[in-house]
């Protein structure tokens, strides 16, 4: 009962997903269909708790991620001086405690070609034992999807960007919070109405990094309802992010522009921040790795209409302002796979429906923050943020002392997660 999948999305959930299925069953069709001619390596520090560190674990792929995790040390609140108002350390990847450190840090780009190698490695030493040319798993660059039919049952009939058309038993889609596939199987309206806004204006990009720069990251809070992060970490450049929850249709509009046009945009909204102003605006206009985005949560009633399924951000984005945005990827990769390992082809509506109802709590438990409660972090007047100083000092002094001692307490996230002796995990 071999199953033809296709992925369409090479980022962080689609390797994950198409490694974990094709363990089930080695003689599945899987095809990652990526829009991009290569693998997209771009974005800043991503991190890895939960149930992620167990997932990859199990998938052999732990301590490749941790040998390329970055040096961060911990995160400092800093006035507008440069002086510490409040220290974090390190999170062992299993507790979730204030701070923004988490044990694995890793650049998106680094996880995602470890995921993306690994799959290739797989497929080869099942391909090796293999006499079916035909099966396997397969990676086609610089194309995508433009129409996608449901009409005959348990079929999906895809027409590509090429022209070329192929039918499949299920199509997956990992292509990211902005997914066209999702687009096309749920419709405009549907899609559209998933997108919940946060309020938050976004940019993220590289700086040169100041001599002697700490592997502390900085976050720094500013008048006018303004938020930055560095991150350094220990690498040759220091990642930069802006927040800002201010009302401004040039930032609203700017994300149909271009990235000169959107660079811009953020220029002035944080040119007379009270710390290192120079540094970031000037940074941000020469920067190559510029990215920037309105935080949404994506919040879809189904994951999955006939035999298109939602993974990764495509279904559930949780921004990166509330994290575990990867943690859920390889959460949804790990109980899709296990779903359609345990229902087979016969039954993909079954499985279809049981990843929905299980994925849910994680959903939830990912999504629950409110723009209201967010708005707390971005006071507009320096007495709101002298508030949010002594906040950040007196919840930093607590935890230190609540903490200390209680890095051995027990992780019971993998607990949480259903389990599938079909996936041939070691478990
Ligand atoms: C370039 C980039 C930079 C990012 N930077 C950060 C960051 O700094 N911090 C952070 O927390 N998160 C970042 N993210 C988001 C983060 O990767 C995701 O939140 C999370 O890892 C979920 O991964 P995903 O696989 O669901 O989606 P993504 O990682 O977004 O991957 C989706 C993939 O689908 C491809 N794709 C999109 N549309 C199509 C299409 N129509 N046809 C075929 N392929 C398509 C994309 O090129 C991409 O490779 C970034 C994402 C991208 C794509």
Redesign the pocket.
């Known amino acids: 009962m071999t199953l033809n999948v296709l992925v369409?999305?090479?980022?962080?959930?689609?390797p994950?997903f198409a490694m974990l299925l094709q363990r089930s069953n080695p003689k599945h069709k899987i095809t990652i269909?990526?829009?991009?001619p290569t693998?997209?390596?771009?974005?800043?520090?991503?991190d890895l708790k939960n149930q992620g560190p167990h997932i990859l674990r199990q998938m052999g792929l732990l301590d490749e991620i941790k040998a390329k995790c970055v040096d961060e040390t911990g995160l400092e609140v800093v006035d507008s001086k440069d002086k510490t108002i409040a220290r974090f350390g390190v999170a062992p990847a299993g507790q979730r405690r204030p701070g923004l450190t988490s044990e694995h840090e890793i650049l998106?780009g680094d996880?995602?070609q470890v995921l993306y190698e690994a799959s290739i490695r797989q497929n080869q030493s099942i391909k090796a034992q293999s006499e079916d040319p035909d099966t396997g798993l397969r990676y086609v660059f610089g194309?995508?999807?433009v129409a996608l039919d449901q009409r005959e049952n348990d079929n999906v009939d895809v027409t590509f960007s090429n022209g070329e058309k192929k039918r499949y038993d299920l199509v997956v889609a990992?292509?990211?919070?902005?997914?066209?596939?999702r687009r096309l199987a749920f419709g405009e309206e549907t899609s559209k109405a998933a997108f919940r806004s946060l309020g938050i204006h976004a940019a993220?990009f590289s700086l040169p990094r100041i001599e002697n720069e700490a592997t502390l990251a900085k976050a720094h809070l500013a008048p006018g309802r303004r938020m930055v992060f560095t991150r350094t970490s220990g690498r040759p450049v220091t990642?930069a992010?802006l927040f800002t929850m201010q009302k401004s249709e040039k930032l609203s509009g700017c994300y149909r522009e271009s990235i000169e046009k959107q660079k811009e945009a953020f220029a002035e909204a944080f040119r007379d921040i009270d710390w290192q102003a120079d540094r970031l605006t000037s940074g941000l206009k020469s920067s190559s790795d510029f990215?920037a985005h309105e935080l949404c949560q994506i919040k879809m009633k189904e994951l999955s209409t006939g035999h298109v399924v939602l993974?990764?951000?495509?279904g559930y984005?949780?921004t990166?302002f509330t994290?575990l945005?990867?943690n859920?990827?390889l959460v949804g990769s790990y109980i899709l796979a296990g779903e359609l390992a345990r229902h087979g082809r016969s039954n993909i509506s079954a499985a279809l429906r049981s990843y929905d109802e299980k994925m849910r709590p994680f959903i939830d438990e990912c999504q629950s923050i409110s723009p209201t409660t967010l708005s707390l972090f971005f006071p507009s007047s320096r007495l709101g943020i002298w508030a949010m100083h002594s906040l950040a000092w007196a919840v930093a002094s607590f935890s230190e002392r609540f903490w200390q001692g209680q890095e051995e307490l027990k992780d019971d996230h993998a607990e949480k997660l259903p389990m599938y002796p079909e996936l041939n995990l070691p478990w």
Request: charged letters at 10%; glycine letters at 20%; hydrophobic letters at 35%.
């Open positions: 369409v999305g090479a980022g962080v959930s689609g994950a269909l990526e829009r991009s693998i997209r390596l771009g974005g800043q520090q991503i998106r996880m995602v194309q995508t999807i990992a292509d990211g919070q902005w997914s066209h596939t993220y990642g992010l990215y993974l990764g951000d495509a984005c949780p990166p994290g945005g990867t859920l990827c």
